[in-house]
């Protein structure tokens, strides 16, 4: 059965997303196949984040993938992920948006990916998504785990910032501009906070994808709204306590962000074979769509 799009069912106050974002991160991927650590299979769960991508919408405006795309910066790595993303995103006809996280090396990134000259500069790029502004930052430290911006990068962005874009503007970096619970991640948190506040504030941006933490976190950042996605390779197991928090093999996550005039939407896609109920369906969504508001009230709201 064919995705309904975003724009087919209109039954509340807000008007359809003017835009629709795949946000994906922290993929991981290995050369050969290899599982991460001996254990996560990375590959089929990636395969799997896919085939849910594939179902929740016909047509995103771009697929975000917030680094960490290799766990060891290999080349071979890098062309096994190409060659998993690019049909799924030629088919879906968006465009691809590879962010640098702290475990890719930009080099080997830079040619595998981009079919760039394989250098030490930062993978860094802007996007106009039919009015809606993407930025790509690169946090990445090479030889560190830590995140940061450098000069050059700041000044690179203030310069795109000081014209808006129609529908604004979201960034794409892999270490967030937020606190973690977990002590660990503080170690390995994005330096020069404060400089990289003083571009964004007051400008058109509208929100900050982001990953690294392995597992679904929101916060705001200059006045500015922060959302980190979950990684399809493994999660983090944050109902243990924070010093004890470790790597499972479940719960792996995308998101779906709806951006419209008045408001940006992230809704956690889980990735999962767990059966689910058959009440709601496209029929059923038919049957409301033929129905006045008053009659869908009183189909679906009152209580029985």
């Known amino acids: 059965m064919p995705v309904p799009s975003d724009s087919e069912f209109v039954f509340g106050r807000h008007d359809p997303a003017s835009h629709v974002i795949i946000h994906v991160s922290d993929p991981h991927f290995l050369a050969n196949g290899v599982r991460l650590g001996g254990r996560f299979d990375v590959e089929s769960n990636f395969a799997r984040t896919l085939e849910a991508i594939r179902a929740v919408h016909p047509h995103p405006a771009a697929i975000v993938i917030t680094g960490d795309l290799a766990d060891l910066g290999e080349p071979d790595a890098y062309r096994r992920l190409r060659r998993a993303v690019e049909p799924v995103a030629q088919e879906l006809a968006a465009p691809i948006v590879w962010v640098a996280g702290n475990h890719d090396e930009r080099p080997a990134l830079r040619e595998g990916l981009l079919d760039l000259p394989p250098t030490q500069e930062p993978v860094t790029g802007a996007w106009d998504l039919d009015g809606l502004r993407l930025i790509a930052l690169d946090t990445s430290v090479p030889g560190w785990h830590h995140g940061d911006l450098d000069a050059g990068q700041l000044s690179w962005l203030g310069e795109i ?16 501009p937020l606190p973690s619970h977990l002590p660990l991640f503080d170690i390995l948190e994005l330096r020069h906070q404060d400089e990289l506040a003083a571009v964004i504030r007051d ?11 392995h597992y679904s976190s ?3 950042f200059a ?4 959302s980190v996605a979950s990684a399809t390779c493994y999660t983090m197991n944050v109902a243990r306590p924070a010093a004890d928090v470790n790597g499972m093999d479940a719960a792996q996550a995308f998101q779906i962000v709806h951006v419209r005039p008045e408001t940006i939407t992230h809704t956690v896609v889980p990735v999962t074979d767990a059966p689910t109920g058959d ?24 209580k029985r």
């Not at 910032?161 to 967030?176: F, K, V, Y």
């Not at 006045?223 to 922060?226: D, F, I, L, R, S």
């Open 279 to 302: 009440h709601f369906s496209l029929a059923w969504l038919e049957r409301m769509a033929r129905l006045s508001p008053d009659e869908r009230l009183e189909a679906f709201s009152r």
């Open 203 to 213: 400008t058109d941006v509208r929100g900050i994808l982001a990953g690294h933490l």
């Open 161 to 176: 910032l000081s014209e808006p874009a129609p529908h604004g503007t979201l960034l794409a970096m892999h270490h967030p």
């Open 223 to 226: 006045g500015v709204p922060v």
């Open 218 to 220: 929101h916060g705001t």
